[in-house]
């Protein structure tokens, strides 16, 4: 549920429809390079889909290295929100 959320932001909100997103897939200074709003409207995004404020203290480089980093982060979040 949480990789195909991450996904289908990547894919549909930040508009890289057309590409594989493996989990080894980087977010920053690779692969994607997103930049900082990019990133703002992800976590937005998925803030949004699952109804769970991420406290910003808790978003650091390495929780959104790579898809699979973020969509561990997000899962444990969820996790520990009890959602």
Known sequence: MVAEAVRQVIRVDLKFADIDIPDTLELVG???????????????????????KIP?????????????????FTHAELVEAGK
């Open 30 to 52: 690779g692969g994607l390079s997103l930049d900082s709003l990019d990133l703002l409207m992800m976590v937005s995004a998925l803030e949004k889909r699952f109804g769970h």
């Open 56 to 72: 910003q203290k808790k978003l650091k480089r390495e929780t959104m290295a790579t898809v699979g980093a973020l969509i561990d």
